[in-house]
């Protein structure tokens, strides 16, 4: 027991040095240029910008403002998840096996390296992207969140398919079913509720990434949040910043509860 002790004792003791010495070599890379004169007065004024916000933008019928621009933020963020969901079935069943041979496994190889490749893309450099090649706006958004939710769904729904249960798929094709009908039948209905759970967390993500898209010209709530930030229109980033806030809890608990219902 002494020995088990000293052992764990000395292990706590590397990895704290470890961590310690990851801290100091982080701190290395930053560069500290001190704090400006008027850091103060600016935090006051975003402060002040936050308490008092400008209510009168929630809504006045122009379709620039708040409502209006949240309900087309989570229109970017539904469709992009709702094509991603349906393109990422393929990708999942290209990268999933069902054997524990993992090298040598060309065909899901070659699927999970396509999936880490467009996983390597952030949201905001596809937006960039797509706004050089369609315009600037919600198509652009649209595009960006697709293709990386694409990325992180093909994954996903790939694991829930190397892990399902494959008792109903073997009952079927013993009594003569052919592919088409256990995929139908047996897979699709097995994997589903998965499938769904994943989609509904990847729109919880996708509703934060299409908020901040418009920063880049993406369409959504983004536009309007950079617009006051560089006129220093703290009252209506106050109340963007409200808006955005209730967004995102609303969509989190009515996701986690229907993951919950799911689960």
């Known amino acids: 027991m002494k020995k088990f002790n000293s052992k764990n004792r000395y292990t706590w003791l590397i990895v704290a040095i470890i961590i310690v010495l990851v801290y100091w070599w982080s701190f290395q890379g930053i560069s500290f240029s001190g704090i400006k004169d008027s850091a103060g007065d600016v935090v006051k004024s975003i402060c002040n910008g936050l308490i008092h916000p400008d ?16 309900v087309q933020t989570l229109a970017i963020a539904f469709l992009g998840t709702f094509i991603s969901a349906l393109l990422s079935i393929p990708f999942a069943f290209w990268a ?7 090298i040598g496994h ?38 960006a969140v697709s293709i990386h939710s694409i990325g992180m769904l093909g994954k996903l729904f790939s694991e829930a398919i190397e892990n399902m249960d494959y008792r109903a798929s073997e009952a079927l094709i013993s009594v003569g079913g052919n592919r088409l009908q256990v995929l139908m039948m047996a897979t699709l209905p097995t994997i589903m509720p998965e499938f769904l759970s994943y989609t509904l967390y990847r729109f919880e993500i ?17 536009t309007p949040l950079l617009f ?10 106050g109340i963007i910043l409200i808006g955005i806030i209730i967004m995102v809890t ?3 608990w009515i996701s986690g509860n229907l993951r919950k219902k799911l689960a």
């Open 250 to 252: 609303m969509i989190d």
């Open 106 to 143: 060309p065909r899901s190889n070659s699927g999970k390296i396509i999936l880490t490749v467009i996983r390597t893309f952030p949201e905001i450099v596809l937006a960039i992207m797509f706004i050089k090649a369609v315009g600037p706006g919600s198509f652009a958004g649209v595009l």
């Open 96 to 102: 999933a096996h069902n054997s524990k041979e993992i």
């Open 206 to 222: 996708a509703v934060r990434s299409a908020s901040i898209l418009g920063m880049v010209g993406a369409g959504g709530i983004g």
């Open 228 to 237: 006051a930030i560089q006129t220093r229109n703290w009252s209506r980033m």
């Open 55 to 70: 209510w009168k933008y929630i809504y006045d019928g122009s379709g620039e403002d708040l409502t209006s621009l949240i």
